[in-house]
């Protein structure tokens, strides 16, 4: 039986992470992005159940973060974010709060109400970064179906 592994921490900050060996078979089926995307949502739905709304973002992205390794999926936690300033490259301390095996994007909140500033938000990392497909995820609702986003740019 392999062990799990538990996630490494640097400066309070989670890293890449690569789950266990024995869903490496997983991982390389998962190549698609729809089968990862179905895959991510599946997890959210699994964390809703298990806690349901109220709590902090926090306590949702840790929970998240368990899915996606008890599930094989490559994932970082809050991956910086360079901007491109005419000729220089930024570092503005943007933390993209989790990417998905290199292709989803993922924001996270737990607010009464998905507001424009929060739509904004995932549309100016999408622009800004490599990624193509994002999810606008509010765990502060009664039926989780109702907090999830998906922005295509």
Known sequence: MVEKQTPKYVTGMMIYHQAHKEHE????????????????????????????????????????????????LKFEAQKPLKIQYKSKLVDVAYRLDLVVEDKILIELK???????IHEAQILSYLKLSEYKLGFLINFNNRLIKDGIKRYII
């Open 25 to 72: 078979g997983i991982n390389s089926a998962m190549s698609d992005v729809d089968g990862i995307a179905k895959s991510l949502v599946d997890c959210v739905f699994t964390v809703h159940k298990n806690l349901g709304p109220g709590l902090l973002e926090s306590a949702y992205e840790a929970c998240l973060i368990e899915e996606f390794m008890e599930r094989g």
């Open 110 to 116: 737990s607010v009464e109400k998905i507001l424009p």
